[in-house]
T-cell receptor, first 115, second 115 residues
Framework: EAGVTQFPSHSVIEKGQTVTLRCDPI?????LYWYRRVMGKEIKFLLH????????ESGMPNNRFLAERTGGTYSTLKVQPAELEDSGVYFCASSQRQALQETQYFGPGTRLLVL | AQKVTQAQTEISVVEKEDVTLDCVYETRDTTYYLFWYKQPPSGELVFLIR??????QNEISGRYSWNFQKSTSSFNFTITASQVVDSAVYFC????????????FGAGTTVTVRA
């Protein structure tokens, strides 16, 4: 069974540009999460989808971040326009069923560098 | 307030030494889960263990063991007879019912095992 995949693995962009990150969860997983680790800090929750619906987006830093999960399959996270402080590693995770206490399995992350 | 504290930033050991990673958590929930994830140099977060708040039994899996003590709010992780492949960043995480089980991570402990 394929794990969580993320694309791209790395992205280097200039301040003001737009970047879109993609996450493909494990097949059949209803719950999809985005987390972010800014350099040297904790991994922090951004948002949570249940199927195609946003369950919780309390961790989204500001309105420059837009997440979607069309059809309840893969998800995209767009940053527009990117700022220097957006640099970090963006992780996606998925878990099975509606039981929220299920283990979250993580992807390899996307390393974003904003110059 | 920090929910999960990993006081050790970095630990360096020689192969075959044992290493213990500390994790202290803070929660008002009676129902919660604790996790350990490993992040090897390749970058992905690998799930190691999940423990619920009602099960204080210690667990051993090969060279890995976990000591859960509710009285001290700790969930420590020991690697016995460490190997170079154990070199990674290890994250402790907490998920709580009141926050829909999204993960709160500690800052991580970098373990370096020298040959």
């Amino acid at each position: 069974e394929a794990g969580v995949t993320q694309f791209p693995s790395h992205s280097v962009i200039e301040k003001g540009q737009t970047v879109t990150l993609r996450c493909d969860p494990i097949s059949g997983h209803d719950n999809l999460y985005w987390y972010r680790r800014v350099m040297g800090k904790e991994i922090k929750f951004l948002l949570h989808f249940v199927k195609e619906s946003k369950q919780d987006e309390s961790g989204m830093p500001n309105n420059r971040f837009l997440a979607e999960r069309t059809g309840g399959t893969y998800s995209t996270l767009k940053v527009q326009p990117a700022e220097l402080e957006d640099s970090g590693v963006y992780f996606c995770a998925s878990s099975q069923r509606q039981a929220l206490q299920e283990t979250q399995y993580f992807g390899p992350g996307t390393r974003l560098l904003v110059l | 307030a920090q929910k999960v504290t990993q006081a050790q930033t970095e630990i360096s050991v020689v192969e075959k030494e044992d290493v213990t990673l500390d994790c202290v958590y803070e929660t008002r929930d009676t129902t919660y889960y604790l996790f350990w994830y490993k992040q090897p140099p390749s970058g992905e977060l690998v799930f190691l263990i999940r423990r619920n708040s009602f099960d204080e039994q210690n667990e051993i899996s090969g060279r890995y063991s976990w000591n859960f003590q509710k009285s001290t709010s700790s969930f420590n992780f020991t690697i016995t007879a460490s190997q170079v492949v154990d070199s990674a960043v290890y994250f402790c995480a907490l998920s709580e019912a009141r926050w829909d089980y999204k993960l709160s991570f500690g800052a991580g402990t970098t373990v370096t095992v020298r040959a």
